[in-house]
């Protein structure tokens, strides 16, 4: 079986940490031996840290691409994912489904741990809704945060995916950053994989999932950050499935999975998040999924689509 970590820690010793200074990114060995890459704290990083931060996170396993975004009077650059597997790829890899043990004292934003690491610690709801378990003598962390995760945190990590600090590799940026932004927007057919997953639809059926989304933005202000890259989630994404089973089974969820089949369609993400606290385990769940699906099956070659982008939320929003 492959190992997702495995190919994470190559692209992260191989792409990232040997160009590090050219793409505005800073290597930090921290005392217990555990290996920082800064690709958007204190560090700028960028397009290309960007890039190579989410083909990390989903260790390897897809295509990301940069596009352009067009809807009505917007137009922005996306970013493209295109997965074969996004049952390991994102639900056990790049799912944002590690709480960690920091919150910004300033914004109360919590920090946020996600890749491949998961799968090797599958301790959480997340990883632990398909049956791929990694192992691995190396393991790659994702930290979305303002601040830089130090020995404390490295240990918990390594403490938890039963490693030694110094075989564990983490890359972090801050939500506000350029390299952040591009991360969070790229969570289309990893937020959409698990609505369907809550919603019943069986996660075998599905072939490959792609998912575009405007890039949001970026600012300085992280909790304004986090309601741009949301909001283009919400109301901007289109993902589409390539799947194999029965039509049925497909419209029985269809009408359930966007944005627009939630109570909460046409508010402004901002306002949800204030009313949960700031925090992704309390706020309303319905906030986990993306604007539009569509799903060709291949057993009878139809095409299913459902949802709806909003210029007018993107454009209040990110503008």
């Keep these: 079986m492959f190992s997702i970590n495995q190919r ?7 792409q990232i940490i040997p160009f590090a200074e050219e793409m505005n990114c800073k290597v930090i060995v921290l005392k217990n031996g555990a290996t920082v890459v800064d690709m958007g704290i204190d560090a700028p990083g960028g397009y290309r840290a960007g890039k190579l931060f989410v083909e990390a996170t989903i260790g390897g396993m897809g295509v990301v691409s940069f596009g352009e975004f067009k809807l009505g009077n917007i137009c922005l650059p996306s970013i493209d994912v295109y997965i074969d597997r996004p049952q390991e790829a994102t639900l056990v ?3 944002s489904g590690w709480k960690m043990l ?4 300033e914004t109360r934003v919590d920090s946020i741990g996600s890749g491949p690491a998961r799968a090797i610690a599958k301790n959480d709801i997340f990883s632990q809704s398909w049956d791929y378990q990694d192992v691995h003598h190396e393991a790659v962390f994702a930290a979305q945060t303002t601040m830089m995760p130090d020995e404390a945190d490295a240990e918990h990590i390594a403490k938890e995916c039963h490693i030694s600090p110094e075989n564990l590799y983490i890359l972090a940026a801050r939500t506000g950053s350029l390299t952040g932004s591009i991360q969070v927007c790229s969570r289309t057919v990893e937020a959409s994989t698990w609505r369907i997953c809550r919603k019943g639809f069986d996660l075998n059926h599905i072939i490959s999932g ?9 600012i300085f202000d992280e909790v304004k950050a986090m309601d741009r890259v949301n909001t283009a989630l919400l109301y901007g994404v289109t993902v589409r499935y390539t799947v194999d089973c ?23 993400f901002i306002d949800i998040f204030e009313e949960g606290q700031r925090d992704f385990y309390i706020v309303d769940k319905d906030i986990h999924t993306v604007a539009r699906y569509e799903f060709t099956n291949v057993a009878t070659g139809h095409t299913f689509t459902a949802g709806e982008l909003r210029e007018d939320k993107l454009q209040k929003t990110l503008f």
């Design 8 to 14: 994470a820690v190559s692209i992260v010793k191989e």
């Design 93 to 95: 890899s790049q799912f």
């Design 102 to 105: 920091k919150k910004d004292p």
């Design 210 to 218: 792609m998912g575009t989304c405007p890039i949001a933005p970026p």
């Design 246 to 268: 029965t039509d049925e089974e497909i419209l029985d969820v269809l009408d359930s999975l966007p944005f627009n089949a939630s109570k909460r369609f046409g508010e402004d």
